[in-house]
């Protein structure tokens, strides 16, 4: 997540510096050098997989990735489905049970 500070002098520098940054070759080198995936589709090429073969299962999880759903009350919406997830985590409610318990709530939240 990278910006440019509405009340910088040098914007045109700051956007070449994001443009670089966000360019394939760069993710590519990033993703060897840390191992957090890349971004961007274009970054998952041979050379990244020879250096870090686990990363072609990443892209092809990225090929099923949907976005969260935007919703106004997607904070109250994840609230409930933490506190679900928390307590079958816990072992203190079967999953079955929580979900049963949860999806109602979710629902009234997503205003459905």
């Known amino acids: 997540m990278l910006a440019i500070n509405a ?10 510096l994001i443009q670089y ?3 394939p070759k760069v993710e590519t080198a990033r993703a060897i050098a840390t191992g957090d995936p890349p971004a961007l589709p274009a970054a998952y090429t041979k050379a990244l997989f020879k250096a870090a073969p686990y990363f072609a299962q990443v892209e092809t ?8 759903p935007v919703n106004p009350n997607y904070l109250q919406i994840s609230s409930d489905l933490q506190t679900m ?10 999953p079955a049970q929580a979900l ?6 979710v629902k009234a939240d997503a205003g459905g």
Request: no cysteine.
């Open 21 to 23: 940054l966000t360019s």
């Open 61 to 68: 999880l990225n090929k099923y990735a949907q976005p969260r």
């Open 100 to 105: 049963a318990t949860a999806a109602p709530i």
């Open 85 to 94: 997830l928390s307590s079958v985590f816990s072992n203190l409610t079967p």
């Open 7 to 16: 009340k910088s002098t040098h914007s045109a520098a700051d956007w070449k």
